[in-house]
Nanobody, 124 residues
Framework: QVQLVESGGGLVQPGGSLRLSCAAS????????IGWFRQAPGKEREPVSC????????YYADSVKGRFTISRDNAKNTMYLQMNSLKPEDTAVYYC?????????????????WGQGTQVTVSS
């Protein structure tokens, strides 16, 4: 079973940037759609962005389009989420996930392996 470990979260002021990383061990990310999700207090976990196995297809939630960039480095077995122009409403625990297939879409139920999450807080 692949294990995922997120890093890079923290406290940032509105308008600032953070880069989240998700390193995989015990398995490869190569063949899977991978994604980033977030969960704010009192809300359901929601998709932020997903990327297909070869990086050709990418999905972004409307709320993050133009501000966030997902990427993957299969050689390093790692995925990233660059977050720019952060807003207070981006505050949440961010999770990476793998095991998805692109045709099933960027939804929570498409992914079988999850990281433990990293807190992102956007506040002045």
């Amino acid at each position: 079973q692949v294990q995922l470990v997120e890093s890079g979260g923290g406290l940032v002021q509105p308008g600032g940037s953070l880069r989240l990383s998700c390193a995989a061990s015990g398995g490869t990310l190569d063949y899977y759609t991978i994604g980033w999700f977030r969960q704010a207090p009192g809300k359901e976990r929601e998709p932020v962005s997903c990327i297909s196995s070869r990086g050709i297809s990418i999905y972004y939630a409307d709320s993050v389009k133009g501000r966030f960039t997902i990427s993957r480095d299969n050689a390093k077995n790692t995925m990233y989420l660059q977050m720019n122009s952060l807003k207070p409403e981006d505050t949440a625990v961010y999770y990476c996930a793998t095991g998805g297939t692109w045709y099933r879409g960027c939804g929570v139920t498409n992914f079988g392996s999850w990281g433990q999450g990293t807190q992102v807080t956007v506040s002045s």
